[in-house]
């Protein structure tokens, strides 16, 4: 099992590798949630998502990729780290190949806020 995050990290060898995670950070969206006393002690929250993609060589089938899928995004369900929470976390329901047709994609998303000031 390989893992790349938000880069451009060279796809891993179908000859060398059968599943393989991709994750991706997405921010949507930054609002004042609180007034604070003065020049940057507002409260802010920052929305966004990780996007975990899960790539399996064509043909193996889904049962470990959805296994394997389950468990990164167990990582994020229901978790909060001081000013991190995560919403939320589910599967997309619409598999697919990747663009080269080399691996089968199966995509879940956690939803996320982050609380700070600024």
Do not use: C
């Not at 003065?38 to 409260?43: I, N």
């Not at 193996?60 to 296994?67: F, R, S, V, W």
């Amino acid at each position: 099992m390989l893992w790349h995050h938000n880069g451009s990290d060279a796809v891993p060898s179908r000859a060398a590798t059968q599943h393989w995670l991709h994750l991706a950070v997405e921010h949507s969206s930054e609002r004042l949630a609180a007034f604070g006393g003065g020049r940057g002690l507002h409260e802010k929250e920052l929305h966004g998502s990780v996007v975990i993609r899960v790539m399996a060589a064509r043909g193996l089938g889904e049962a470990t990729q959805l296994a394997l899928l389950d468990q990164a995004l167990g990582v994020f369900r229901s978790r909060r780290d001081g000013p991190l929470s995560f919403l939320g976390a589910s599967v997309i329901e619409m598999p697919g190949a990747s663009a080269d047709g080399a691996w089968w994609v199966r995509s879940g998303i956690a939803v996320f806020v982050y609380r700070f000031r600024g």
